[in-house]
């Protein structure tokens, strides 16, 4: 038995990744830094940038900046944050112009009452599902923030996350760690792992700062995996048969002017081989294509992106980032764990890899293992559920792909093959027929990442349709009938009192949110 205790953590990479989980496992054990009993350290390269993309996030992200002790107005002011309160995505079911639906970020309204995507279906209301059961589609038509100045940090009164800058995000992430979380943080590439015959990483050799030992090593590596995946051999499994696309083209992009109005949804454009994403921040947009390399060649993708972005592309510099979309086939082995992309990566779709970096770290944070014994029963139980949460995330980003009704390139077509369609996607497509997804509906685990609501928008967006019988529903009704009344007086509501979204961050910028 080995009662080894963990007190001394090491994290090896300074991307969103690394800080984020520095953050989430030094402010849960603060009170053991503070007597000396604990340690977190990051190692992070000086030489190997970080990724530099990743700028849409998951509304879990207030909950986790709010518990590391970030203010959100800082947040805001230094990383040239914008809010998001969703996605909206044009062209994805037919590739007219006129073809476009949200996934927001509120809940329909009564919920957890009453399955309102039911009643939509069965009276067949001629509104978009979205407005039909939320204000959020209509906000984000209006270019309408989800608060107003007054409104306390990280309250809304519409569900939300954000857009941010990410070469911004990990230094802000970092100043705060070090100057009040007691992080340390060590400038050093990692050269060598040295392991215990039973392979547990013993320590790290640096070029710059001698050997680090450690008691639990965090990889946070990004693509390199260096730990997980090159030294302790963690094989990658690949999902490139469920989602094609492998490729990105990303330029940021200038406003025309510097009060253009700034959307506070990101807008996810479906084109011939992949999608393009466009992510407003106060100082400029985001742009990136992603693509299947197998559907398009590069020169193609590049005339995809200038036609979308215009002229000015020409003054731009487009980097391209290849993509190995799939994941470890476990994330925790030995005394090694893997978070962010050095646990894998899918696409950037739905903002997913920030959120499951954060639940991965906060699932360290709050499980982290007394000593080396019971370390593997926490590995175990961290590995079942994030397999978990990786194939359902699989399945929810496939779920925008296959339902396209599209036929103009192979790249959608392909789409739609049952081949390339994970079984699980497949039966609750079949049970969807006949029943409204709903909250109990499959959805078991705590902290899923995407709940039942988002695969109604999306479903119901790109035009599913749900036998419902109308008896079936006949019993709440009356309730029914209330909630989407009180949707539209509250949408009402909502749309005379909160303001545009540029013009909050500004106020942002020069009053600061309310801090109770
Ligand atoms: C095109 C694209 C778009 C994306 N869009 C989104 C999005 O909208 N939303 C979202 O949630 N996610 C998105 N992501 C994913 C997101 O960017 C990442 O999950 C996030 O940035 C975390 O990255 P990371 O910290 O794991 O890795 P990185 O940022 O790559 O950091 C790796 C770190 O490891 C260090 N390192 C590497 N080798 C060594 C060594 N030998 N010694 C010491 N240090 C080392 C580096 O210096 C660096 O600090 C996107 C990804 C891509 C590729």
Known sequence: MDMHPIRNIVIVGGGTAGWLTAGVIAARHQARIKAGTFSVTLVESPSVNIIGVGEGTWPTIRTTLQKIGVSETEFFRECDASFKQGGRFARWTTGAETDAYYHPLMLPHGFAEVNLAAHWLASGDPRSFCDAVCSQGTLCDDGLAPKSITTAEYDGLANYAYHLDAGKFAPFLQRHCTSKLGVRHVSADVTKVNQTEQGDIQGLETQQAGTIKGDLFIDCTGFASLLLGKTLGVPFKSCSDVLFCDTALAVQVPFERPDAPMASQTNATAQTAGWIWDIALPTRRGIGYVYSSRHSNEEEAQDVLARYVGPQIKTLKVRKIPIRGGHREIFWKNNCVAVGLAAGFLEPLESSAIVLGE??????????????????????????????????????????????????????????????????????????????????????????????????????????????????????????????????????????????NREIVQKIHTYGLQTI
């Not at 739609?416 to 029943?435: C, F, H, M, S, V």
């Not at 695969?455 to 790109?462: A, C, E, I, N, W």
């Open 359 to 500: 639940l991965s770290a906060k699932l360290i944070a709050e499980q982290m293992p007394a000593n080396r014994e019971v370390m593997d029963i926490v590995a175990k139980r961290f590995n079942e559920v994030t397999l978990y949460r990786w194939g359902r995330i699989i399945d929810f980003l496939k779920l925008h792909y296959c339902l396209t009704k599209r036929t103009d390139t192979q790249f959608w077509i392909d789409n739609t093959d049952p081949a390339g369609i994970p079984e699980r996607l497949q039966n609750l497509l079949k049970l969807w027929k006949y029943q409204a997804p709903w909250f109990l509906d499959e959805f078991d685990r705590l902290e899923e990442v995407f709940p039942a609501a988002s695969y109604q928008y999306v479903l119901y967006g790109m035009g599913f349709r749900t036998e419902v019988d109308p008896l079936d529903v006949a019993t709440t009704e009356s309730l029914a009938h209330q909630l989407m009344r009180e949707n539209i007086a509250v949408t009402q509501k909502m749309r005379a009192m909160l303001p545009k």
